[in-house]
């Protein structure tokens, strides 16, 4: 077998969620508010592995971060093998996900509508 010892690190827990929230929200339909599609994903993770309210406010914020490192790894790595199409296979939805997050406003929206999603008032 193999062992990951990424697993054996510790973290924050919304660490983990904000990396598949950015993947999810890479597939979010053009039509559908990008906070508000993540609400399903966000109480079940809550439930199974219970997030601190500072975790919460912070995970859409870093879920864009992922967004970003992926498009500029995505990029160094492209310069350094041009012909191996699969490094820029998340780009293209990367860079449509960051215009919609400004577009949207979804980064000042995301705090309260993720903690009132967890339980907790918008402005506890």
Same mark, same amino acid.
């Given at each position: 077998g +193999?062992?990951?010892f990424g697993d054996l690190l510790y973290?924050?827990?919304c660490a983990d969620a904000a990396i598949c929230m950015t993947y999810l929200l890479f597939h979010c339909p053009p039509d559908a508010p990008l906070v508000e599609s993540t609400l399903?994903? +966000?109480r079940g993770f809550h439930v199974e592995c219970p997030m601190q309210v500072e975790e919460v406010e912070a995970l859409f914020a870093l879920a864009v971060m992922r967004a970003?490192? =992926? +498009?500029?790894?995505a990029a160094y790595q492209?310069?350094?093998e041009p012909d191996n199409e699969y490094l820029l296979i =998340? &780009?293209?939805?990367a860079w449509r996900f960051l215009g919609r997050v400004d &577009?949207?406003?979804?980064? =000042?929206?995301?705090p309260a509508v993720l903690r009132r999603?967890?339980?907790?008032?918008?402005?506890?």
């Open positions: +193999v062992l990951d973290t924050y827990t399903p994903f +966000v970003c490192t =992926s +498009v500029c790894m492209s310069s350094l =998340s &780009a293209t939805p &577009a949207e406003g979804a980064t =000042s929206r995301a999603a967890c339980g907790w008032d918008a402005a506890d």
